[in-house]
């Protein structure tokens, strides 16, 4: 496919909550024939107001309890335009806005092996940060409607989320802009109230009863596909570390220069699981089946996770988890392999010194059909702390649901094509070699295959800190 003629409409500016609401157009968006680039903004928790300790010195914390970093995007809703920043979530598929930011910081007392830690939680539920993202009033939008389905007004609805946090949404519709690129009659909760988080979350995913268009109001990318903002309602994803801001969200494209290797298709999965009634019912997300995963050490040596079930198990690529939820056994394993030291009351989570996120290895992922390659430096987060930095295995045996989680340190390693038309993924390992989008067309190949244009070396299989040309990186060539 000839590429499109791109217009660049800005260049790229530092982290969007540096800019004030006024200054927010769309610095490093691209706007192409049928999709939109925008960039997406890691915002890393302030360890400074994460933990402040009640008594001297340093211990563990339980980070289960401090919800890690999130990503957000800039939108502007209404008529004229208010700016507005939200939380990127592809494990939830509803949009809303306006938190009340005074519940947002959802501090706790804790007390771990005697010593009492007060937490506050992310950047993402600070409430000063809370503020600063915009607030959307519908009394100054002219194009501001009630929300209606099928000829009905929607109700107000309860949306509860897997950290336990809610939020109580009015539905409303009006016109959107993404990146200068317009969409009208979209429908979004405004919150009436909502509890532990500090911003609004633009959900991606598909509704939990399916992907087709009848089961739900016309969820964002479903909207923008019905109104050919975009060819099909696909997007891309490409995460960075939290305070790298060169990561981007494409709607209705792919960038070809920021993948090495096959762009592997990978049917979405469902879960099958209960309604509150004890009913079964197949439930959708974007999950996948984990096959195996195996540690590749700092000596080049290799160790099987042998926890993980025969057949493998089921987890959902939520980009907006800070953390890889996993069944039990898999963490302990993967903590124990590299000689991590397991933090009291964590669901074994570990923390390690953090020189070893810059060793030789990592964590390999093995999807049907496509193994990821997960460097120690994206699966192993580093926290700073008053008494020095403190390094976290981001694996926890939490799973609380049927299905696991695989979370931005997972994502940080991939270029993930979400092709919700199709209910397939296309997965490669992540790279960076300039920048090449073409448009996701429409139909069953709507997604453009072929290889990614980067050389194995420009990618997070580098990292994976094995020089080009050994066995590994040969074998690798031919996923
Ligand atoms: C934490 O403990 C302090 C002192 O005991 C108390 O004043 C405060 O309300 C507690 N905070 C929370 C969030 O529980
Ligand atoms: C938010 O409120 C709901 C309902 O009142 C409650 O069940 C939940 O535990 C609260 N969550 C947090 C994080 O405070
Ligand atoms: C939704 O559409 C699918 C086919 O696209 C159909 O099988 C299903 O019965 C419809 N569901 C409802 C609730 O109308
Ligand atoms: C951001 O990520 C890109 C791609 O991995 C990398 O080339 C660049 O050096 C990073 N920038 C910073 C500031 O870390
Ligand atoms: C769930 O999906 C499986 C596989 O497609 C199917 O065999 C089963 O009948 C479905 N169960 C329900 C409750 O829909
Ligand atoms: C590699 O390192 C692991 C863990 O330190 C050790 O158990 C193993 O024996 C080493 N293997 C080789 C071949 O040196």
Not at 389 to 407: R, T
Request: charged share 20%; aromatic share 8%.
């Amino acid at each position: 496919m000839a590429p499109s003629t791109l217009v660049v409409i800005a260049a790229v500016s530092g982290l969007a909550l540096s800019a004030g609401l006024n200054a927010r157009e769309f610095p490093g968006a691209t706007v192409g024939r049928g999709f939109v680039s925008i960039p997406v903004s890691g915002q890393r928790r302030d360890s400074s107001n994460m933990l402040r300790k009640r008594a001297d010195g340093f211990a563990n914390v339980n980070i289960n309890n401090l919800k890690t970093s999130g990503y957000t995007i800039e939108i502007s809703v209404g008529t004229p335009p208010q700016a507005l920043t939200v939380a990127v979530d592809t494990g939830s598929s509803e949009l809303w806005v306006n938190p009340d930011c005074s519940k947002a910081s959802r501090a706790s007392n804790k007390t771990i092996n005697g010593q009492i830690y007060i937490t506050v939680d992310d950047t993402l539920s600070d409430p000063e940060q809370c503020r600063k993202r915009g607030e959307y009033d519908q009394s100054k939008s002219s194009s501001a409607k009630k929300a209606t389905f099928n000829g009905q007004e929607l109700k107000d609805n309860i949306i509860q989320y897997g950290d336990m946090t809610t939020v109580e949404t009015a539905y409303v519709e009006d016109k959107f802009s993404i990146a200068g690129l317009q969409f009208d009659n979209q429908i979004f909760g405004v919150a009436k109230q909502s509890n532990g988080t500090g911003i609004g979350i633009m959900g991606f995913g598909p509704s939990a009863y399916g992907f087709e268009n009848n089961v739900t109001y016309p969820l964002i990318l479903t909207n923008m596909a019905k109104q050919k903002v975009i060819n099909s309602p696909a997007f891309s994803l490409d995460l960075r570390d939290y305070d790298n801001s060169t990561g981007s969200l494409i709607f209705g494209g792919v960038d070809k220069k920021k993948y090495a290797g096959s762009l592997a298709k990978i049917p979405f999965k469902k879960l099958l699981t209960k309604y509150s009634t004890g009913e079964p019912f197949n439930s959708t997300s974007y999950y996948l089946t984990v096959k195996s995963m195996s540690l590749t050490l700092p000596n080049n040596s290799n160790k099987n996770i042998d926890a993980a079930p025969k057949d493998g198990f089921l987890v959902s690529l939520d980009c907006g988890a800070g953390d890889n939820v996993l069944p039990k056994g898999i963490a302990t394993q993967i903590c124990s392999g590299i000689g991590a030291e397991t933090v009291p009351d964590s669901d074994n989570s570990c923390k390690i010194d953090c020189s070893y996120r810059s060793k030789p290895g990592g964590l390999k992922v093995s999807l049907e059909g496509k193994d990821i390659m997960v460097p120690w430096e994206n699966l192993i987060n580093e926290q700073e702390f008053a008494s020095g930095n403190v390094c976290y295995v981001m694996v926890s045996d939490n799973m609380k649901f049927e299905a696991g989680i695989l979370g931005a340190p997972f994502l940080r390693s991939v270029y993930a094509v979400f092709d919700w038309g199709n209910e397939n993924l296309h997965i490669a390992q992540s790279a960076d070699c300039g920048s090449h989008i073409v448009a996701i067309g429409s139909g069953v190949d709507a997604v453009p295959g072929g290889n990614g244009e980067c050389s194995l070396a420009a990618s997070t299989v580098a990292r994976f800190g094995l020089a080009v040309g050994t066995a590994l990186l040969t074998g690798l060539a031919l996923l």
